[in-house]
């Protein structure tokens, strides 16, 4: 098998033909939407104020942004269709080279590495036909050579691809897992019910005590308040209920049993009083904070305690993911929260986590989206927030279900973590297998450039 150095402009010729969104040229023709990954066409109605570029059947199509990571396809449509000039479209001699083989070379390692050598900016520039035609490739020579290539690299990844969706299914599972582990314990599934534990509803009577001292009120006081968290909002309507509890729960509002506040709004205009880190959507990941990013805003003595992050406190998004939430479980109490991000401070020593699973759970099955309002970007309101329903165990057996979950996680985070290490394995055997066949054997490679 002999090799050849050439340029891709040799291999491929160029439409670069461009028009306006509105030209007669183009008028009625649909247009690319997107190419995914594996390399799959999606087209559409959608209009565009871009200017296009013209594609035809048996064009190569790749999209300038996405290419490194395989976004490319061949066009087999009857029509002619339109695509933005952020993708690019090739003609190709079928007599010359085999587009299956090409198709492989631009996802090889070998193909990257021209990139990053040879443009400016590499892989992260948007690749234009600037930048791929004058790119200096190896492939061979005849294209029976490079179809038998093709025969090669089908058989191998036909193995490897058959692991890659195994591995994808393991992964699935392992989310179902945690999705049914979390369904159970929410239904009092997980772990024994024990007849000895004080009932959950003396808990609520509790909390309600807790709630009133906490504001100056008695248990017996007739002061009227409008506010929800000294409610008793425990009538909540049976279709409301998605699901039976044992008898010694009670269902409730998030509201009923633990302080909820909304930060501070950021006002940039405002330079009174000192500067300390606060969280934002951003900071507050799936059961932990990423502190990398933190940025400080001026708060004023009085705010200090009004948007103050203690040990224990649950903070979850309002908007961009709402509903995804963590426990600060640090002693640093120096940390505040912006207008992005609600608080929720428990009473009578009720475990966050248990509530952090639930919104876990309604995050994962979609059922967040009953309690979200918004036509556009959705948020997670505080009214909502606290008027959502709850199912509350005895005190005892909520430690319980912690303990016994936590346990159960740490099992799902560790299976997990295998299969994405699998899954690094597998997409690493695949570019061993695509270099070993597109790379030309020591000492046969050509030495002459085929010019354009």
């Not at 992260?124 to 038998?148: A, F, G, N, S």
């Not at 039976?244 to 501070?264: A, Q, S």
């Not at 479980?329 to 120096?334: A, G, H, L, M, P």
């Not at 329903?389 to 346990?407: C, F, G």
Request: proline fraction near 4%.
């Amino acid at each position: 098998m002999s090799w050849k150095k050439v340029k891709l402009g040799e291999v491929l010729k160029v439409r670069d033909n461009r028009f306006k969104p509105k030209d007669k040229a183009i008028e009625g023709l649909k247009r690319i939407d997107k190419i995914d990954f594996s390399g799959e066409i999606f087209i559409s109605d959608k209009t565009s104020n871009t200017d296009m570029i013209l594609i035809k059947k048996g064009d190569l199509v790749i999209s300038g942004i996405n290419v490194e990571k395989g976004a490319m396809a061949v066009y087999t449509g009857e029509d002619d269709i339109i695509a933005t000039i952020h993708y690019s479209s090739y003609s190709f001699d079928k007599n010359k080279t085999d587009i299956e083989f090409l198709k492989y070379f631009l996802k090889s390692i070998e193909f990257k590495n021209a990139l990053k050598e040879q443009v400016p900016g590499g892989i992260k520039t948007e690749i234009k036909p600037k930048h791929l035609l004058p790119l200096i490739v190896e492939i061979p020579t005849d294209i029976k050579d490079q179809r038998e290539v093709v025969k090669l690299l089908k058989d191998r990844n036909s193995k490897i691809d058959t692991l890659s969706t195994e591995l994808t299914h393991q992964l699935t599972l392992v989310k179902k897992l945690r999705q049914q582990l979390l369904q159970d314990a929410v239904q009092g599934k997980l772990v024994s019910q024990n007849k000895k534990d004080e009932p959950a509803s003396e808990l609520l009577k509790k909390i309600k005590a807790e709630k009133l001292n906490s504001v100056g009120l008695k248990p017996n006081a007739k002061k009227k308040t409008n506010s929800l968290a000294l409610k008793s909002e425990t009538n909540i309507k049976p279709e409301e209920i998605p699901f039976e509890i044992p008898d010694n729960w009670v269902w409730c509002r998030l509201g009923e049993i633990c302080d909820t506040r909304l930060g501070k709004m950021l006002d940039g205009t405002k330079n009174k009083g000192e500067y300390y880190p606060y969280f934002r959507n951003l900071n507050v990941q799936w059961y932990r904070f990423e502190l990398d990013d933190v940025l400080l805003m001026k708060f004023e003595e009085s705010e200090l305690e009004e948007y103050s992050v203690k040990k224990g406190d649950l903070l979850i998004c309002e908007g961009g993911y709402p509903g995804r939430g963590a426990i600060w479980e640090s002693e640093d109490e120096t940390f505040r929260f912006q207008k992005a991000i609600h608080r929720v401070r428990f009473y009578t020593n009720i475990p966050a986590k248990l509530y952090l699973f639930y919104l876990d759970l309604i995050c994962s099955n979609g059922k967040i989206k009953d309690y979200l309002t918004g036509s556009g970007i959705q948020h997670l309101t505080g009214i909502s927030l606290k008027k959502m329903p709850i199912p509350l165990p005895p005190l005892s057996e909520q430690n319980r279900i912690v303990q016994k979950l936590d346990e159960l996680m740490q099992y799902c985070n560790k299976l997990e973590a295998s299969i994405k290490l699998s899954q690094a394995h597998n997409e690493t055997l695949l570019q061993q297998v695509l270099r070993e066949a597109l790379r030309p054997p020591a000492g046969k490679a050509g030495k002459e450039v085929v010019e354009v």
